[in-house]
């Protein structure tokens, strides 16, 4: 079995119902190959990303900046992390009340030190909250899944 893994900080009702819809689209994607595991940025360990084949980020903005909970999961995995993932696939959703730059600034720092290969663009969920970031999260994790299942990540 592949591992697509989702690390997430959802410290609000819509950036949970988000995760969610990115979690149900990987599991419910048509694929035969595909674990998907979904864990808070707090309790995720160099382990769980060392044994991942992919991996989708999720982080509200806070001062326009990632999460703290996502900044602290970066600090974390990264030595461990450095020389045993590199190539690993990877997506970003942020949920955005502002602009978002610097949180996917950052995020993009972060993840060319470890040397992680872009899967999606960012999704960027910014702004007054609308239902059309439920369905691209969604099809988010469902590209992630299915790309995961047919060898294109």
């Known amino acids: 079995m592949k591992q697509l893994l989702i690390v997430a900080h959802t410290p609000s009702p819509n950036t949970l119902a988000l995760c969610e819809q990115i979690r149900l689209g990987a599991e419910k994607a048509d694929t035969d190959t595909v674990h998907v595991s979904s864990t808070s940025a707090f309790d995720t360990t160099p382990e769980a990303v060392i044994n991942a084949d992919a991996i989708i980020l999720f982080t509200p903005e806070n ?91």
């Not at 326009?64 to 970066?74: I, N, P, R, T, V």
């Not at 600090?75 to 190539?87: H, I």
Request: proline letters at 3%; a negative charge.
């Open 63 to 153: 001062l326009g900046y990632m999460s703290g909970a996502l900044k602290d999961f970066f600090d974390r995995v990264y030595y461990p992390c450095l020389e045993l993932t590199q190539g690993l696939p990877f997506a970003t959703c942020i949920r955005a009340g502002h602009d978002g730059t610097g949180t996917q600034r950052a995020i993009d720092t972060i993840t060319t030190g470890l040397r992680w290969k872009t899967a999606q663009p960012t999704l960027l969920c910014k702004g007054e909250f609308h239902d059309q970031f439920l369905t691209q999260c969604h099809d988010l994790g469902a590209y992630m899944a299915i790309a995961l299942d047919n060898g294109i990540l």
